[in-house]
């Protein structure tokens, strides 16, 4: 047998505080698990994510990064998503366009009313990433152990 | 040309029209120009000058200049004017203290292009009909301007002048095809392996010299996130290639939608990066999701990142493997 | 002096006085306790702590002290923030110590000072004020003509109160920069206050102080005959490395923590004029 | 540095049973800053509570972290603790070790290391929390009810009653809703004209109750107590203060063949109409798409006739600008409109139709005068079959319907049953049933009266199919209990249709920013403790369009809407969200950026007089957020490339932080 | 004098590179030469010079210094450095390899910093005599001969073969190493390769570029010389020509905290920048000029004048190539009363 450390993935879920953090909430009340390698950070609006954050994620250690937020239309701020679309649909398509993989980032609409969708995305999510392996290409070597 | 520009610069100083005049200074080899504030009529007469290696884009000098005293002139070729008209955009820039005149460009050449020939030991170079003839200590080389004009200029964008008060020279006209976004599908057309192999190879022989940066007239910030120690992103060196990266996707993110493509960041870059290259990338994603824009064209329009549609492309129908 | 010269020692801060409202006194020693390196009066050591800075400050103990250093510190900026807020018992990191020291074994040996400091500026000299004192008989006269804006921002006021003004030779002049109740001192600007008690010429003048304060006291100086030759004062420029080498606090061909930070005012005559 | 006080929660077993909350508090004291770090039973109880506030005075704390369950559930909670302490409440953070920890993790192991980290990110903020000061806002003391059935109605009167001004938007000319189409009501059967007409009067004739019927709500700017609303008033072609509502226009219009909606398009009605005799405002209205005078300019018998001369046929819709200090949305249902069901041959028969179209078909003031008639023959029908959850209850994957319980229409199909039989005892009347669901007071009592009393077969199974053939609808169904195929030949078939929110429930909540589930139910706070509130502040809830409610229940929720809105109307000033953006002037371009992407309109730009290098100056244009008008959503701190606008409570560095502390290898 | 045929250039670099790591200039994938580790198959560049300079061996861009654990309130210190191997560089120019002299006039003195002391002995410097000096070059100014260059060993390239010149022990101690390689060397070869070379250099634009106007001594005079302001106005204020100079040394320290302790590294830094010397209470050069000013005033003067009147610059031309405005060194000596 081969001495190999089962990987883990480390995933960041950055949740706008009134759709998708109430997701999760409902999901947790529902008893809808997802692996304890998603951990949430809770923010006013998917708008408040900034670019920098998601790097700094990968940066971190991260191997998967996750935006969820309310569904189009249905921001609490009016039109807070609808920015936050078009910031992530550029991002990660430069993220592309540098070959680190498009299936490290994601983003997710879920509703407050949406905990059976957080639970899913986020066991969906886990799967991908863990397929895919830990984060290579925009790993900061100084930040590993 | 340059003496129609002269002419004029002259004018206007004399005139009292302006007080400055910001323009080309010749150097010591024919290609080491530099930007230049000019004060005087000798000034003028004795050290400008506009030739083909004038590439510098010299509107990011007005965020300085058009808060001093007086009004300054400015010379702006086709692709300036679209910075300039962005910094207007932007309030970076008063209008009301400059003159601005439009000036023909066909293109610029690029010193390293020679260089690339082997040709060294540059004393002198005529240009004439398209055709320059190098002077050198190891003798003299001629080439066609075209092999040597500069890349961005290969695929010049436009050859019209968005902003002015006078033009010198013919105007010309936005270039349909100018096969810009090629590198960009070529990129877009590899395996994520390829251009990850690609990028690393360009992006690991940054310096961060920040000379892409302090010549983009889109980056004016009065103090950048990398240099603010508060902003807990500041770097000074690019430490290993996660720095790298970070350092040129958040500055390309942050100038998205409001690079004009000038292709000085390209021009300057002591490594020869093409930094173009992301920036391009953008303007080719907003153009393909958002509709065409060009940002500089008119300072009136919503920028693309300022505004959104309801049935926006969606993050995960961007990018990703190509089927 | 450390052979590896960036790599700092670990102090451990053992007493943390409240100066003024702004200027806290750390007493630092060796984890095993003692001082954690010998150093001459003026010199500098640069306090750091890991992730946060590092920042050169003046050791304001005197060097005749065998027990521990002390560090006065304003509080501004990050580092000076974070040194502001820790605790006793907090470790930091030490290196040095740096720079020039006042000519306290030769130059300064049998003279007449004259020490004029204003707000925070009596740190670096009081390490002079205090050698002085454990060496009494090596020196004459010492004035300390020291300033500050209130009363509440005169560091080491115990200190001065109780022992260098019952020190013998000394004449200790203070004052502050408006009048405020409870106080019936002296009230005035320091420049104006040396001028007023117009020194003899014999003194040997160390300075230091906010610029402003320097370059009218000097100039006072000048005024009242005394030669350039005879002030010393010390500079506060930030320095990196503390080494000569970083290239930050070079002014003409000095490096301020190499070549300074003591100087004497003829020499800063030699230098262009950005210090 | 922070003194950091952490408190881990067990919350009884629902986390103590998953994680292991000493190894957290132990891990967590050992943080940098930590200079307390315990476990308990409770930390939300008045005695948890007492306990973090010992321990603030005690270790001077300046900062607090609890690990517990959800900040939207009790981080109000412990800030109020934390402040009764003199601890600034915005130095308190919460790590969600209960929703995202403990209920959904099974592992203890790998829960009491994700509570760590947990418990990690948020000392990592909170040694970045800066002390916040809420700001103040005014309140008008005015609400808006969007929607006049009985819940904006009773919303209304309630607040009305406590001395407030509340204005009603009604979309249609009159107020009083599906209520006022109903002809009975469960399980009294009384009549529900009678109890809801008097309640229109009231609203009617209350001097603080304005209504805008025929009107909509055009767009909504602000926030809680000070929102400003655009509010189209849609040309009817009457001036309503002059109508006196006599009538006489809608009996001499001679454009008769307008399909009448109050009865269900039963029967027709004139272009100038008015919905029902009780309405209010009794205010005729122009139907614009049928006026032969609008459409082609000849005509004009209403304006000649009107001794008033209310007919005004050059009124443009108009926008009224009003101001509120919360607004209620009450925007209500409709029935499903069966037509996807082929099966039950909606579309086909005109003698199969829905619950609402048979309340018109048995009400007095209907199409029938109140004698049930088929539609399609105007005879009396003898055999009627129920459908019931037609459009309930449906698998998620079917497209056609809805999948939770509508909850009213077995009560009410229950009173059809009963009123037919009571009224037309030759009828037989058959009901087929999923389920029979009464959950409701005297409602048990009153299904079982229809079953027992008036003889209603009552089904088990399901309608396979509705044909009509020679004048009689074939209803073939499957009897579950026996399993047996039925085969039953019809008079009507009555669909006891789906409740579906109002379609324009969506644009008005786009508009107020409310949430919505994907039934485009209106989403409250809390589904237990807040049901009546948005998530939204300054948004209230008020009947159907929160979820299906009969009508007690709508009251009910009406009068508790009403009731928080007093609340909030009742106070003068409002205390801010203090976590708003904040821009660096020395940092800022004043390139427009953050103010391009703010919805609240809430940055300003000046130009102000900056230091610049050796003793110049420049003068710089800067941005300013106005704190009263910012939400705190952060989108301008993302489209600042130089990282001057900033979000209090939310930063850039307190993110980066939490990101830190999750990644930390 | 030894003499290595060009055939057996591939054998040489090979057996260098058996004992220790070989660098030398390689074409990139944008055909500028950088220096490349030596591998079997790669090929030395025929640029004349690197676009980064040779400092960065012995003064990388970044490098650790020491890492700290910090838990509760103690801090434990670790000296991280890794131990330097020998290395060779081969094919230094004369500028590049005069710049050692100034970087070791900084780092070698009192307080020998040791991080620097420790790759300068472990390192053995390979030159090679110019032969196609560019328009930028202008090493002669100061002193410097760009057919002589000094080094551990010096290489001239002759028809066909390389003549190589120990100067050292430690070049002695390289060509010992490789003696099976090498054939006696033709010293008149040499000479005439140098002769010619000398002949180029006299014709370049800038051959005859004195320092007239700056050094020793100057520092009053050119401080608040008029012409600072026009000289500096388009500086952009970015580090390309302190990052590509040889002679630049500047540093910063800084502090990087990776979640599981501190590491401290530091880093090129540039006197062009404007937070270069910002501190806690300030800012000691809050404009460009006196930015610009200090660059060149301390290698043009206080330099000179630490230093018995070697200027701190060696003339390679590269910030002539590579200022993104094209301004220089040699514009500022010739406006300061520089002749050419």
């Known amino acids: 047998m081969q001495d190999v450390k089962e990987f883990r993935p480390k995933i960041v879920a950055f949740c706008c505080n009134w759709c998708s953090y109430a997701g999760a909430d409902l999901a947790g009340s529902a008893r809808l698990s997802y692996p304890a390698d998603v951990k949430i950070i809770r923010v006013p609006c998917s708008c408040r994510v900034n670019p920098m954050f998601i790097l700094r994620a990968f940066q971190r250690g991260a191997d998967g990064v996750i935006m969820a937020g309310c569904h189009p239309g249905d921001c609490h701020y009016t039109s807070g998503n609808y920015f936050a679309r078009r910031r992530m649909t550029l991002l990660f398509s430069m993220l592309d366009y540098l070959g680190i993989e498009r299936e490290r980032t994601r983003v997710e609409w879920i509703s407050a009313a949406e905990g059976a969708k957080f639970s899913k995305t986020m066991n969906e999510f886990v799967d991908t990433i863990t397929a895919l392996g830990e984060n290579k290409r925009l790993e900061d070597l100084r930040c590993k152990k | ?323 | 002096m450390n052979t590896e010269t960036l790599i700092p020692y670990v102090g451990v801060v053992t007493e943390i006085t409240q100066q003024t409202p702004d200027v806290k006194t750390f007493r630092v020693e060796a984890p095993g306790g003692g001082k954690l390196f010998e150093h001459k009066p003026g010199q500098c050591a640069m306090l750091s702590v890991p992730g946060i800075s590092e920042a050169m400050i003046s050791i304001t103990s005197s060097p005749t002290n065998t027990e521990y250093m002390e560090f006065s510190v304003k509080k501004c900026g990050c580092l000076t923030e974070w040194l502001h807020a820790m605790e006793v018992g907090q470790m930091i990191t030490v290196r040095g110590p740096y720079g020039r020291h006042f000519p306290v074994y030769d130059e300064l040996l049998g003279k007449n000072l004259m020490i004029v400091a204003g707000g925070i500026g009596l740190a670096p000299v009081r390490s002079v004020i205090n050698y002085v004192r454990d060496n009494r008989d090596k020196f004459g006269t010492v004035d300390i003509v020291y300033g500050s804006r209130s009363k509440d921002d005169l560091v080491y006021y115990d200190e001065i109160v109780n022992e260098w003004m019952n020190t013998p030779g000394f004449n200790v002049h203070l004052t502050i920069d408006n009048p405020q109740e409870g106080w019936d001192g002296h009230v005035g600007f320091v420049p104006n206050y040396v001028k007023e008690l117009n020194p003899d010429l014999d003194k040997t003048v160390l300075m230091c102080g906010p610029p402003i304060m320097i370059k009218f006291t000097l100039g006072g100086l000048m005024e009242l005959g005394f030669k350039k030759e005879q002030v010393y004062t010390t500079m506060e420029l930030r320095m990196k490395c503390g080494i000569g080498k970083c290239g930050r606090c070079n002014i003409g061909n000095k490096y301020v923590c190499k070549d300074g930070p003591v100087f004497r005012f003829d020499e800063l005559d030699e230098l262009p004029n950005e210090y | 540095m922070q003194r950091i006080g952490v408190f881990i929660c067990h919350c009884g077993t629902n986390i103590a049973a998953t994680v292991d909350v000493k190894a957290v508090a132990e891990a967590l004291s050992h943080e940098p800053g930590v200079v307390f770090s315990t476990d308990y039973q409770y930390m939300c109880s008045e005695s948890g509570q007492t306990l973090m506030r010992e321990a603030i005075r005690e270790h001077k704390l300046t900062g607090v972290v609890v690990c517990s369950c959800s900040p939207r559930m009790h981080e109000a909670t412990f800030r109020k603790a934390a402040e009764k302490e003199g601890l600034n409440p915005y130095m308190v953070e919460i790590a969600n070790i209960r929703e995202q920890v403990s209920w959904i993790h099974k592992d203890m192991k790998e829960a009491t290391e994700k509570a760590v980290i947990l418990g990690r990110a948020a000392i990592a903020k909170v040694h970045l929390n800066k002390p916040l000061k809420a700001g103040e806002s005014p309140v008008t003391k005015r609400a808006l009810v969007i929607g006049g059935g009985i819940a904006g109605i009773q919303t209304a009167l309630d607040i009305a009653e406590a001395g407030f001004e509340v204005d009603i938007v009604e979309k249609e000319p009159t107020i009083g809703g599906k209520m006022a189409q109903i002809d009975k009501t469960f399980p009294t059967l009384d009549c529900a004209a009678y109890i809801l007409t008097p309640k229109m009067v009231d609203v009617a004739q209350n001097e603080k109750i304005k209504i805008f019927s025929y009107s909509e709500v055009e767009a909504v700017k602000g926030f809680v107590g000070n929102f400003k609303v655009s509010i189209r008033k849609k040309a009817r072609y009457v001036i309503e203060d002059k109508c006196t509502g006599c009538g006489l226009c809608t009996e001499k219009c001679p454009q008769k063949k307008v399909p009448n909606p109050f009865n269900m398009n039963l029967d027709t009605r004139r272009a100038i109409y008015i919905p029902f005799a009780q309405a209010v405002p009794k205010v005729a209205a122009i139907d614009a798409d049928y006026c032969t005078m609008l459409k082609t300019g000849k005509c004009g018998v209403c304006s000649k006739i009107c001794a008033a001369g209310a007919i005004d046929y050059q009124q443009k819709d108009e926008i009224v600008e009003r101001e509120y200090g919360a607004i209620v949305a009450a925007t209500g249902f409709n029935p499903l409109k069966p037509d996807k069901y082929n099966e039950y041959g909606y579309s086909t028969c005109p003698d199969v139709v829905t619950s609402l179209e048979l309340e018109r078909l048995m009400n007095a003031a209907g199409p029938t005068a109140g004698t049930l008639l088929r539609p399609s023959d105007k005879t009396h029908p003898h055999t009627l079959v129920f459908v019931q959850c037609v459009g309930s209850r449906c698998d998620a994957e079917n497209e056609k319907g809805k999948p939770y319980c509508s909850k009213i229409c077995c009560m009410y199909t229950a009173k059809h049953a009963m009123l037919i039989r009571e009224k037309y005892p030759d009828t037989e009347v058959y009901v087929f049933y999923i389920d029979v669901r009464t959950p409701g007071k005297n409602f048990d009592e009153f299904y079982r009266r229809a079953v027992e009393q008036y003889g209603v077969h009552y089904i088990k199974g399901q309608v396979g199919k509705v044909v009509e053939e020679n004048g009689k609808l074939k209803v073939q169904a499957s009897d579950l209990l026996s399993g047996e195929q039925l085969h039953i030949d019809a008079d009507m078939v009555v669909l006891a249709t789906a409740v579906e929110p109002d379609k324009s429930a969506r644009g008005i909540a786009t508009m107020l920013t409310a949430s919505m589930d994907t039934n485009d139910f209106f989403t409250e706070a809390h589904a237990k403790l807040r049901p009546v509130e948005s998530p939204t502040a300054g948004i209230f809830l008020s009947g159907v369009c929160q979820g299906p409610k009969d009508i007690p229940e709508t009251v009910s929720q009406a009068s508790a809407a009403a009731a928080k809105v007093i609340g909030l109307l009742a106070k003068d000033k409002l205390t801010c969200n203090p976590c708003v953006a904040n821009s660096d002037e020395m940092l800022c371009n004043g390139c427009s950026s953050c103010e391009k992407v703010c919805p609240y309109g809430a940055i300003t730009y000046s130009d102000k007089e900056f230091r610049g290098p050796n003793r110049t100056t420049l003068i710089r244009r800067v941005a300013s957020v106005n704190e009263a008008v910012c939400q705190g959503c952060g989108a301008c701190t993302v489209a600042c490339p130089s990282g001057a606008m900033d979000l209090k409570g939310f930063s850039n560095r307190q993110i980066m932080a939490e990101v830190d502390a999750i990644c930390k290898m | 004098m030894k003499k290595l045929s060009l055939a057996k250039l591939n054998d040489f670099f090979a057996a260098v590179a058996a004992k220790e790591t070989l660098y030398l200039p390689v074409n990139n994938n944008v055909g500028k030469a950088e220096y490349k580790k030596w591998e079997s198959g790669v090929e030395m560049s025929s640029a004349l010079n690197t676009v980064r300079s040779a400092k960065d061996f012995f003064f990388p861009q970044t490098e650790n210094l020491m890492e700290f654990k910090m838990t509760g309130k103690s801090v434990e210190v670790f000296d991280t450095r890794e131990e330097c191997e020998d290395f060779v560089i081969f094919g230094v120019r004369a500028c590049d390899a005069a710049s050692f002299a100034i970087l070791d006039s900084v780092y070698l003195v009192d307080p020998v910093d040791s991080y620097y002391k420790s790759r300068r002995e472990h390192g053995t410097v390979v030159t090679m005599a110019c032969s196609k000096p560019a328009e930028t070059c202008f090493c002669g100014t100061f002193g410097i001969d760009a057919a002589n260059p000094a080094g551990d060993v010096t290489v001239w390239e002759v028809e066909g073969a390389y003549m190589l010149r120990a100067n050292t022990e430690k070049g002695e101690a390289l060509l010992a190493s490789v003696a099976d390689l090498l054939e006696d060397g033709c010293e008149k070869c040499v000479e005439e390769a140098q002769a010619k070379t000398r002949a180029i250099l006299a014709k370049l634009p800038l051959a005859g570029l004195t320092t007239e106007g700056v050094g020793v001594g100057k520092t009053k005079e050119l401080f608040d010389h008029p012409a600072w302001a026009s000289l500096s106005e388009s500086c952009l204020g970015c580090g390309t020509c302190t990052f590509v100079c040889p002679t630049c040394q500047c540093y910063d320290v800084r502090d990087f905290d990776t979640g599981n302790g501190i590491k401290r590294f530091r880093c090129w830094d540039s006197c062009m920048y404007s937070d270069f010397t910002k501190m806690a209470h300030g800012n000691s050069r809050n404009s460009q000029l006196e930015r610009f000013r200090q660059r060149f005033m301390h290698k043009l003067v206080y330099y000179p004048d630490r230093n018995d009147g070697t200027f701190g610059c060696v003339g390679c031309g590269r910030c002539l190539a590579r200022c993104p405005i094209s301004m220089n060194i040699v514009k500022v000596m010739k406006t300061l009363g520089g002749k050419n």
């Not at chain 2, 002259?10 to 323009?23: A, I, M, P, S």
């Not at chain 2, 010299?58 to 008209?85: A, Q």
């Open chain 2, 1 to 323: 040309m340059q003496k129609m520009m002269e002419k004029r610069a002259l004018e206007l100083l004399g005139d009292g029209t302006v007080n400055r005049v910001l323009g080309w200074s010749a150097g010591d080899f024919i290609y080491d120009v530099t930007p230049a504030v000019f004060k005087t009529a000798e000034e003028v007469q004795d050290k400008f000058l506009y030739n083909d290696f004038c590439g510098a884009n010299l509107s990011k000098y007005l965020v300085k200049e058009s808060r001093k005293e007086g009004k300054i002139l400015v010379f702006l070729k086709p692709c300036d004017t679209y910075s300039f008209n962005q910094l207007i955009a932007e309030h970076r820039i008063i209008r009301e203290n400059i003159y601005a005149i439009g000036v023909e460009c066909f293109g610029k050449a690029d010193e390293e292009k020679l260089r690339a020939k082997g040709i060294t030991g540059i004393t002198g170079i005529e240009m004439k009909d398209g055709t320059y003839t190098v002077h050198t200590v190891y003798g003299d080389e001629t080439v066609k301007a075209y092999e040597v004009m500069a890349d961005r200029c290969l695929s010049c964008k436009s050859k019209k002048h968005v902003a002015y008060d006078e033009l010198l020279g013919s105007e010309g006209e936005v270039v349909e095809d100018c096969n810009r976004f090629d590198m960009v599908e070529k990129l877009e057309a590899m395996t994520p392996d390829e251009r990850y192999e690609f990028w690393r190879g360009e992006l690991s022989r940054c310096i961060r010299c920040n000379a892409c940066r302090n010549i983009c007239p889109a980056c004016t910030c009065e103090q950048c996130v990398f240099d603010n120690p508060n902003s807990g992103v500041s770097q000074k060196a690019a430490v290993n290639s996660f720095e790298e990266n970070m350092f040129h996707i958040i500055r390309a993110f942050h100038v998205a939608g409001r690079c004009t493509d000038c292709g000085e960041c390209s021009r300057v870059c002591p490594q020869h990066i093409p930094l173009h290259l992301l920036n391009r990338k953008f303007i080719k994603d907003v153009n393909t999701f958002y509709g065409e824009y060009q940002a500089g064209e008119n300072p009136e329009a919503k920028p693309p990142l300022g505004k959104y549609e309801k049935n926006d492309i969606e993050p995960g129908e961007a990018g990703g493997a190509k089927a």
